[in-house]
Every structure is written in structure tokens, then in C-alpha cells.
């Protein structure tokens, strides 16, 4: 399937620059470009959920601003695990065909989790989901690590 898709050859590297873009796409949409644009400050950006709260915005969108700039935060924070488990899996030997499917598949997991906690959210039926979401980008990270001290013991 990986030739299918044409990635025989490893592009997990690329992925972190793609994550770095699926983090900032909720600021997009909350303060940049969206319906946040005439609250946000750039000057003081990090006092925009204060600033919202304040603003005559109806509460349900209130809401999805706030959860956009929570799953901004949690994408970030989530970053570094992310980038450090890439390294470890290309370090440790990993073939390219897993850590492009890895990497793929946290990237997808990543771009779920953002949906289910902006929009899907009104229903409190996803919240649940939004954590089991969130477990498995943090698995497949997990697995990278795995599998690279896996490889390492190996040689």
C-alpha cells in the first residue's frame, strides 16, 4: 500500500512541519482569520480567551473560539513528544514504511482531535471521544519510541 501512496521513501521528517501547521490552524480560525479577528490583539495574544470572554460574541461561539485556542495549546504541547519520537524512530532504525504510517497516522489523529474539540464538542457525546482521540496520537508516538529502542537492541 506504502507504493500505492507513494511512500517508499521516509518522509517522517516532513511531517513535524506539518504538524507545526495543523497546531497553528485553530489560532487561524479563532483569532487570525475567523469570526475571533476583531477581539484578538496581537500585541497581547495570550490574554484572547480573557478578551473573548468580555466580547458581545454569542456564547456557542464564545465556546469554539476558546476550545480553538485550548487545542492550539494542547497541539503545541504535544509537539516535542511528537518531534522527539520521530527522531528516536529514524535514529533507532526504523523502517520508513512504519514511521511513515506512524507519522501519518498521528498527523490524521491530530487533525481529528482539533475537530472533535471545536466542533464536536457541542455534543457532549464526543467528549469522550476526544480523549481516546488524543491516546492514540500519543500510542503511535509511543510506538516510535518503542520500536526504535526495539531496533536499538538489536545491533
Known amino acids: 500500500m506504502a507504493s500505492y501512496l507513494g511512500l517508499e521513501k521516509n518522509i517522517s521528517y516532513y511531517t513535524i512541519p506539518a504538524a507545526i501547521v495543523l497546531a497553528l490552524l485553530p489560532r487561524m480560525y479563532s483569532g487570525l482569520t475567523g469570526p475571533g479577528k476583531k477581539v484578538f490583539d496581537g500585541n497581547n495574544p495570550r490574554l484572547f480567551t480573557q478578551a473573548l470572554e468580555k466580547s458581545d460574541l454569542d456564547k456557542r461561539l464564545k465556546g469554539r473560539l476558546q476550545r480553538a485556542e485550548a487545542a492550539t495549546a494542547n497541539a503545541f504541547e504535544t509537539l516535542g513528544f511528537y518531534a522527539a519520537a520521530v527522531t528516536a524512530g529514524n535514529a533507532g532504525g526504523v523502517s520508513a514504511d512504519i514511521l511513515n504510517n506512524l507519522t501519518l497516522g498521528?498527523?490524521?489523529?491530530?487533525?481529528?482531535?482539533?475537530?472533535?474539540?471545536?466542533?464536536?464538542?457541542?455534543?457532549?457525546?464526543?467528549?469522550?471521544?476526544?480523549?481516546?482521540?488524543?491516546?492514540?496520537?500519543?500510542?503511535?508516538?509511543?510506538?516510535?519510541?518503542?520500536?526504535a529502542g526495539m531496533n536499538g537492541n538489536q545491533r
Not at 498521528?106 to 475537530?115: D, I, K, P, V
Not at 472533535?116 to 519510541?145: D, K
Open 106 to 147: 498521528y498527523l490524521a489523529s491530530r487533525l481529528f482531535y482539533t475537530w472533535i474539540y471545536i466542533w464536536g464538542q457541542e455534543n457532549r457525546r464526543w467528549i469522550l471521544a476526544r480523549t481516546n482521540v488524543w491516546g492514540v496520537s500519543m500510542g503511535l508516538c509511543s510506538a516510535m519510541f518503542v520500536l
